[in-house]
């Protein structure tokens, strides 16, 4: 099995920043892609920031220049710094692995539970 627990959400005023991080641990034997989506009340899941193992990232329109992604290999984890955050990024941010277990041979996705993200106008 695979826990992915996030830290990290909460409240925050427009404009400030917030630091998300997801650390995933279990019977993993690699991890492909990491990342964040989000949903908001009454919206879809949407992708917020990806990155591959060899570090090449991509955003979601509305966070680039804003929100950073970053992992670090070795620990199997994953963060997302946020700043400028504007009351629009309120919701739920959710974690994500595409990893392959011990003893498989095909790549699934795992999901943490979701941090509750809410900025302030």
């Known amino acids: 099995q695979v826990q992915l627990v996030e830290s990290g959400g909460g409240l925050v005023q427009s404009g400030g920043s917030l630091r998300l991080s997801c650390a995933a641990s279990?019977?993993?034997?690699?991890?492909?892609?990491m990342g964040w989506y989000r949903q908001a009340p009454g919206k879809q899941r949407e992708l917020v920031a990806r990155?591959?193992?060899?570090?090449?990232?991509n955003y979601a329109d509305s966070v680039k220049g804003r929100f950073t992604i970053s992992r670090e290999n070795a620990k199997n984890t994953v963060s997302l710094q946020m700043n400028s955050l504007k009351p629009e990024d309120t919701a739920v941010y959710y974690c994500?692995?595409?990893?392959?277990?011990?003893?498989?041979?095909?790549?699934?996705?795992?999901w943490g539970q979701g941090t509750q993200v809410t900025v302030s106008s």
């Open positions: 279990g019977s993993i034997f690699s991890i492909n892609d």
């Open positions: 994500y692995i595409r990893g392959i277990l011990v003893g498989r041979i095909v790549w699934d996705d795992y």
């Open positions: 990155i591959t193992r060899g570090l090449s990232t």
